[in-house]
């Protein structure tokens, strides 16, 4: 059995991430004028809080962030968002999403998109499975709703837990042949490597996950499992290895606002 070494490294290669300052002016005013949906759960919330943290501190980006999924909601320029499904049941958000969708939001929106959870791919999942489902569904609602741009977004990574008493504990689990959250990720990826192959062309795909693995630093954070490298999350972003603390929410949000706002510009 290969073994799993716990630590987080960092490639030394560089990345570049794009700077919220640098979007124009121009299409922070496109985006204040649409009608954007947003279903989530945990870590979506933590994403609100980080759009929160940034129109507090930039007053040229101007949303109307409201928790709402009624069709009414969206009469006005709005950034709405809602939980969808359950945590560990995809097929509960992608139902969910397309019902609230089917119940009046999908004819009003100009954007909607949602994302699933950690949790909800883990080693015992079935990549192509969810992926299929989820297609099958985007596609639908994209014939029924063709003024509305949907959005496909990666699912989050973890990172190694913080606290020594944890980190131990994971590291014997891998020791005795348990895995942990090295192979979750590795499910995850895969999804995620289905998701990029089939959307990052279309100028509608935010890939969450890489962010995530982006250390403030500009430096691409994995695990080593043998000698292949697993993405994960940067451990500067989180507290308990997977919810997103001030500085990992901030992060992810800039660049879904650049994202929206590129969207917004083309529309």
């Not at 009003?108 to 909800?120: G, L, T």
Request: charged share 25%; with cysteine.
């Amino acid at each position: 059995m290969a073994v799993t070494r716990i630590k987080t490294r960092t490639d030394s290669n560089k990345i570049t991430l794009p700077l919220i300052d640098d979007v124009q002016a121009e299409h922070w005013a496109k985006l204040a004028q649409k009608k954007i949906f947003f279903g989530h759960q945990s870590v979506g919330y933590n994403i609100i809080d980080g759009i929160t943290d940034i129109v507090n501190e930039r007053d040229y980006i101007k949303l109307n962030i409201v928790e709402a999924r009624e069709p009414a909601a969206f009469d006005r320029p709005v950034f709405a968002h809602s939980q969808v499904g359950m945590n560990t049941e995809p097929f509960s958000k992608i139902e969910r999403f397309v019902e609230i969708m089917d119940a009046g939001v999908g004819g009003k929106v100009d954007i909607a998109f949602f994302k699933f959870c950690y949790v909800d791919i883990m080693r015992d999942s079935d990549p192509r499975e969810i992926f299929d489902g989820y297609s099958a569904a985007m596609e639908e609602l994209t014939k029924r709703y063709p003024n509305t741009k949907f959005l496909h977004v990666t699912v989050p990574i973890r990172s190694v837990p913080k606290g020594a008493k944890r980190r131990l504990k994971q590291t014997v689990k891998l020791l005795i042949g348990r895995p942990g959250f090295v192979e979750d990720n590795m499910m995850r990826l895969n999804y995620n490597d289905l998701l990029n192959n089939a959307n990052s062309k279309t100028g509608l795909f935010f890939d969450l996950a890489h962010v995530e693995t982006v250390n403030s630093s500009g430096f691409r954070c994995y695990a080593r499992k043998g000698a292949e490298k697993v993405s994960a999350l940067a451990p500067e972003y989180t507290e308990d290895g997977g919810h997103l603390n001030n500085l990992g929410r901030k992060k992810v949000a800039e660049q879904l606002l650049i994202i929206l706002a590129e969207i917004a510009s083309r529309s």
